[in-house]
């Protein structure tokens, strides 16, 4: 049977990209901003710290910007409704910047670098669940998050460029309060944004909004079922392939800048007499995200609406984790085809072009297979499992680059696509048997629809029995 996906989306879903737009702006500005302004001199207007301590700082930024959304998750799952804490997450950001606009010493770097990342905890996974809860139809979601990624990366390639223009202007100090009103002017927009996210967001996740109220304290008690079970392990196992897909993808950027450009550059980087900067292999992957998110979401919509149906998350996790392997035997066949000259440029560019492919249709779904299937009280404790997957992906492809460097680099490439390959075939070969534990057939689903309401009703019928001995207690003692 044919289904019926429309592109129609509520207003709350654009409010919630363009927040990611701005946040984005700021982060990878700020982040690029940090690198060299700790290292400048400071007749430069830098700090004038050595570059080592610049690297640590940026890649304790990063790391722990993808490990504090588990605790932000936390809070919005049981405590406090995700909509309040975005704003909050934002105003410690910019005040984070605020200190790096007025910093004079490592303390006042470092202390940004915590505000930032308690920040981002209370804002990423948080815009996101919220995305998934403003969708009733489950299938329009592929499409949403891939969107949703062209507005992340439209806001990370206007920030690096615009704030890479204001420091040679202005200087790096100027460029941090940019970043602070930018987040300032963020958290005002979602504040102003709220009527139209409806219910999202109000409550903890934990409550379902769209519920009867009758049945929510009741929905709130009940123990996780064995469907819920087997989906939590679903996103668990998807997120071991994402800690493979991001140290392969992180890990990308190295050879680019130590490989095949530097003093000794395997790759010719000149087109005429013009030299392109290497940093340019950043835009790539920031322009083709923000070209191909509509394209790659009009397509799933598409695939959604034929008489096959749309593949299932599994066999895009496959298929993003090929494409990444396939782009590192571009690399491989370009060490081979250089021979002792230096390669052509179009390889660095079809590589480019194949690695943010794999992420355009790796990453954004992660998110959308979450959303679907992540249990209510559990959805952004999921999603920031998905994003801790990344702060281990951060903090191994250093090493595992360093570990590569005694070997011959063809063979290195021709093996990491050996390995994302494999680990291709293995999830796609399984696929269908992981779908079932997400989406089970009509036997398997009467069976968790009877077992679902059986906690259902005993756990009713248990608060029942306690509210009656409360009463009879209660009637005792005043009897007495």
């Excluded at 409010?15 to 700790?38: D, G, H, N, P």
């Excluded at 080592?52 to 605790?71: C, D, H, I, K, W």
């Excluded at 392969?248 to 450009?261: D, G, M, T």
């Excluded at 066949?333 to 492919?357: D, P, Y």
């Amino acid at each position: 049977m044919q289904k019926n996906v429309t592109n129609k989306r509520p207003a709350g879903f654009y409010a919630a990209c363009i927040a990611f737009s701005f946040e984005r702006f700021a982060f990878y500005a700020a982040k690029w901003l940090m690198t060299v302004f700790v290292a400048a001199t400071i007749m430069d207007g830098g700090l004038g710290l050595s570059t080592g301590e610049a690297a640590r700082m940026s890649a304790n930024l990063v790391a722990f910007t993808y490990l504090l959304p588990l605790f932000g998750g936390y809070i919005s799952d049981y405590l406090i409704g995700a909509r309040y804490l975005i704003p909050i997450g934002l105003v410690l950001m910019g005040v984070g910047y605020l200190l790096a606009w007025k910093a004079e010493s490592a303390g006042a770097i470092n202390a940004m670098v915590i505000l930032v990342s308690i920040g981002t905890g209370l804002f990423k996974s948080q815009n996101n669940a919220i995305i998934g809860r403003l969708f009733k139809d489950k299938t329009q979601l592929d499409a949403a998050y891939s969107t949703q990624y062209s507005f992340v990366n439209i806001g990370s390639f206007i920030g690096t460029t615009i704030i890479g223009i204001l420091a040679a202007k202005y200087g790096y100090r100027f460029c941090f309060l940019v970043c602070a009103i930018i987040v300032f002017i963020d958290a005002i927009w979602y504040i102003a944004n709220y009527k139209n996210f409806g219910n999202a967001g109000k409550k903890p996740f934990k409550i379902n909004e769209n519920a009867d109220p009758n049945e929510v304290k009741n929905e709130e008690k009940v123990p996780l079922t064995k469907l819920e079970k087997n989906r939590i392990f679903a996103i668990i196992l998807v997120s071991f392939f994402s800690i493979i897909f991001w140290i392969f993808w992180y890990l990308a950027s190295l050879p680019v800048l130590f490989h095949w450009a530097g003093e000794t550059a395997a790759a010719d980087w000149t087109i005429g007499s013009f030299e392109v900067p290497t940093a340019w292999f950043d835009s790539l992957n920031a322009i083709l995200c923000i070209i191909l998110g509509p394209i790659l979401g009009a397509y799933w919509t598409k695939k959604a609406n034929s008489p096959k149906g749309d593949f299932n998350m599994f066999q895009k996790t496959a298929l993003g984790i090929f494409l990444l392997g396939l782009s590192y035997i571009v690399f491989g066949s370009a060490e081979i085809a250089r021979g002792t000259g230096q390669a052509s440029l179009i390889w660095i560019i079809v590589f480019g072009i194949l690695l943010t492919l794999g992420e355009m249709v790796f990453s954004p779904l992660g998110n959308s297979f979450i959303a679907k299937y992540a249990p209510p009280q559990l959805i952004t404790t999921m999603m920031s499992v998905w994003v801790l997957a990344v702060f281990f992906s951060g903090k191994s492809y250093g090493a595992i680059y360093d570990f590569t460097q005694q070997f011959p680099f063809d063979k290195v490439m021709f093996t990491i696509a050996a390995i994302a390959i494999i680990s291709a075939a293995i999830l796609w070969f399984f696929s269908g048997k992981l779908q079932r534990l997400v989406e089970p057939d009509a036997a398997d689903r009467a069976e968790y629809e009877k077992l679902h309401n059986t906690e259902k009703k005993e756990n009713i019928n248990k608060k029942s029995i306690e509210t009656e001995e409360t009463i009879t207690f209660e009637s005792d003692d005043e009897n007495n």
